[in-house]
C-alpha cells in the first residue's frame, strides 16, 4: 500500500512537475520575444533599423512591416509575406499563436532550426517619423518542448527505483516494527492455565506496541488475579458445603441404627443444615450474578427510608433483646432493584445483629447527587487492617465456621457486590464504640461509578 500510494503521488508530481516547467519555459520565451519586440520598435520609431536584414536572435525570427510591406526581417524572413495580419496600436502588443501551416513554412525557410515545432507570436506597434507600423517576432516553443522531453525520461527512470527504495525501506522498517509483536505472539502461544504467572516481553521504545504489551500484561494479571479467586471461591465454597453435606450425613447415620426414635431432633438438625446450605447456594448465585456483570436488571425507584425500616423491624423480631435505633433514617431516594437492595441491607443488619452488645443503629441522608446509608453496632468493632479483608467471600473474623451464628461468611461480600452492581459501595468507617458500615448509591446508576 505504501508503494502504492508513493507510486501514484509520484506519477501526479511528475505529470504536474513537467506542465510547470514546460510552461515556465514558454513563459520565458514569450518574454524574450516581447523584449525583443520592444528593443526593434524603438530602432523603428527612431529610424535606426539596420538596413533590410536584421540581426537574428536564437530561435526568433522577426518582420518589421506597414501594411502589406516587409520593411526589414531577420535571415530567412526576407521577402517573405508579412506572417501574420495582427497589427496592434502604436505603443501595444498583442500575443498570439501561428497558424500551423506559417510556421511550417517558417521552417523551410530557415536554417536556424530544422525540427518542426510551434511559434508564439508577439506583435508590436509603432509610431515612425516616415508612418506607423508593426513589428512581428516568431518564436520558437522548441526550446521548452525539449527540455521537457529531456526530463521525462530521467523523471520516470526515477520512478521504479524511487518506489523500489520506498518499498525496501517500508518492508524493512515494518519487520522491524512489528518483531516484538511476533515475540509476544510467541509468548501468549505459549501461556497456558497452569502457568499464568508468565508475561508477554514488553519493548523497550515507548510506542504503541509498548503500550499494547502493557496493556495485555495487565489483562493476565487481572486474568490471574480472577483465576486465583476463582480457584480460592470453589475451594472455600466445597469446605462450606461439605461440613453441612457431612452433618446431614451422620445424622442420617445415626437415624438408621436399630431401635432409634429421636426423630424430632433429627428432622429439626437436618432443617437447620438444609437452610445452611440453602443461604450458602442463595450467596453463591448473587455473587455469581454479579461477578458476571448482571448489575441491575429491573430498575424502578425505591424509598431507601421504608426499605431500611422493613429491615430494621425485622431485625427487631429476630433479635428482641437489641435496641434498634432509626432516629437517624431521613427519607431518601435512589433508582435500583428492590430485591436487591434490601438484600444488602439486610446482610449488613445481620452482621451488625452478630456482633452488637446491645444497639444496632440504621440512618440515611442525601449525599453527592446519590444516597448514604450508615448501619452501626456498639460491638468490639473491625481494627484497620481488616477492613478490606472482611469484604472477601467465606472470611469471618470472629471464626465461628460452626456455629449458626458464624453466618456464610459471604454476606459482606454479597453486599459489597450489590452495591457495586448499582454503582455504589460499602466500606467500613471508624466506629466509637463498634464498627460502622457506610454505603454509597447513585440516585441513578448509569454514568457512576463506584466510590468510597
Not at 535571415?75 to 499563436?97: K, M, N, T, Y
Not at 520506498?166 to 497452569?194: C, K, N
Not at 516481553?201 to 486474568?223: K, S
Amino acid at each position: 500500500m505504501a508503494v502504492i500510494v508513493v507510486g501514484l503521488v509520484l506519477a501526479v508530481g511528475f505529470v504536474l512537475l513537467a506542465d510547470q516547467t514546460r510552461q515556465r519555459l514558454e513563459d520565458s520565451i514569450i518574454d524574450a520575444a516581447e523584449t525583443r519586440a520592444l528593443d526593434v520598435a524603438a530602432l523603428a520609431e527612431a529610424g535606426a533599423l539596420p538596413g533590410t536584414i536584421l540581426t537574428a536572435g536564437a530561435e526568433q525570427h522577426v518582420q518589421v512591416v506597414r501594411g502589406e510591406t516587409v520593411l526589414a526581417a531577420t535571415f530567412g524572413l526576407e521577402g517573405f509575406p508579412p506572417v501574420a495580419p495582427i497589427r496592434p496600436a502604436p505603443g501595444e502588443s498583442v500575443q498570439s499563436d501561428l497558424p500551423e501551416e506559417v510556421f511550417h513554412e517558417i521552417e523551410e525557410r530557415s536554417e536556424l532550426i530544422e525540427d518542426e515545432s510551434p511559434y508564439i507570436l508577439v506583435a508590436r506597434g509603432f509610431s515612425a517619423p516616415d508612418g506607423d507600423g508593426t513589428v512581428l517576432v516568431a518564436s520558437s516553443i522548441d526550446a521548452a518542448s525539449t527540455a521537457v522531453n529531456t526530463l521525462q525520461p530521467l523523471l520516470w527512470i526515477g520512478w521504479p527505483i524511487t518506489l523500489a527504495a520506498v518499498g525496501a525501506t517500508v518492508w524493512f522498517l515494518t519487520g522491524w516494527a512489528i518483531r516484538p509483536v511476533a515475540a509476544m505472539s510467541a509468548e501468549a502461544d505459549s501461556i497456558s492455565a497452569s502457568d499464568m504467572d508468565r508475561r508477554l516481553p514488553v519493548p523497550g521504545a515507548q510506542d504503541e506496541i509498548h503500550h499494547l504489551a502493557r496493556t495485555l500484561n495487565g489483562m493476565l494479571d487481572r486474568l490471574e488475579s480472577a483465576a486465583a479467586r476463582q480457584r480460592r471461591f470453589v475451594s472455600d465454597a466445597s469446605h462450606e458445603l461439605k461440613t453441612p453435606l457431612a452433618t446431614i450425613r451422620t445424622m442420617l447415620d445415626v437415624a438408621g441404627e436399630p431401635g432409634f426414635d429421636e426423630w424430632q431432633e433429627v428432622l429439626g438438625g437436618l432443617r437447620r443444615e438444609g437452610a445452611r446450605m440453602e443461604a450458602l447456594v442463595g450467596d453463591l448465585l448473587v455473587l455469581a450474578r454479579f461477578d458476571e456483570g448482571a448489575a441491575v436488571a429491573r430498575r424502578r425507584e425505591v424509598d431507601l427510608d421504608q426499605m431500611l425500616g422493613r429491615v430494621a423491624e425485622g431485625m427487631a423480631v429476630r433479635h428482641p433483646l437489641l435496641d434498634v435505633d432509626t432516629a437517624g433514617i431521613e427519607p431518601v431516594r435512589v433508582t435500583g432493584e428492590p430485591a436487591s437492595l434490601e438484600r444488602l441491607f439486610t446482610n449488613l443488619a445481620s452482621n451488625a445483629a452478630r456482633h452488637a452488645a446491645g444497639r444496632v443503629g440504621f440512618a440515611s441522608r442525601s449525599d453527592r447527587g446519590g444516597a448514604v446509608v450508615l448501619v452501626t453496632d456498639d460491638g468490639p468493632g473491625i481494627p484497620v487492617t481488616e477492613r478490606e479483608r472482611v469484604f472477601e467471600r467465606f472470611v469471618r473474623l470472629d471464626e465461628a465456621r460452626d456455629r449458626p451464628e458464624g453466618g456464610t461468611g459471604l454476606g459482606l461480600a454479597v453486599a459489597r457486590a450489590i452495591a457495586r452492581g448499582h454503582g455504589g459501595e460499602v466500606t467500613v468507617q471508624d466506629g466509637s464504640p463498634g464498627a460502622v458500615l457506610r454505603v454509597w448509591l447513585p440516585a441513578e446508576p448509569d454514568g457512576f461509578s463506584a466510590r468510597s
